[in-house]
Nanobody, 115 residues
């Protein structure tokens, strides 16, 4: 099992920044992918950014150039730096890891961007 604890959400004005953190614990060996998803009200959950075990990254087109995913292996933590936030970025953000073909999810953290 892998446990994920997110932090860093909140309320910010458009154009502002937030940094989300996701600390992993438990059986964290051989985690293949770490990522962030988001879900706005009435919408499907969507991938925001992912970082693979080799260090490569992938971003949704809507956040490219504004968001950066990174990790600190010593702290077993993945981060999502969000800059130039827009009202349409408002959503619950979920941390996700894939280990041995199984998905694990955090509890979610609310990000609200006011116009």
């Amino acid at each position: 099992q892998v446990q994920l604890v997110e932090s860093g959400g909140g309320l910010v004005q458009a154009g502002g920044s937030l940094r989300l953190s996701c600390a992993a614990s438990g059986n964290i060996f051989s985690i293949n992918v770490r990522g962030w998803y988001r879900q706005a009200p009435g919408m499907q959950r969507e991938l925001v950014a992912a970082i693979f075990s080799g260090g490569s990254t992938n971003y949704a087109d809507s956040v490219k150039g504004r968001f950066t995913i990174s990790r600190d292996n010593a702290k077993n933590t993945v981060y999502l730096q969000m800059n130039s936030l827009k009202p349409e970025d408002t959503a619950v953000y979920y941390c996700n890891v894939i280990r041995a073909g199984k998905d694990y999810w955090g509890q979610g953290t609310q990000v609200t961007v006011s116009s």
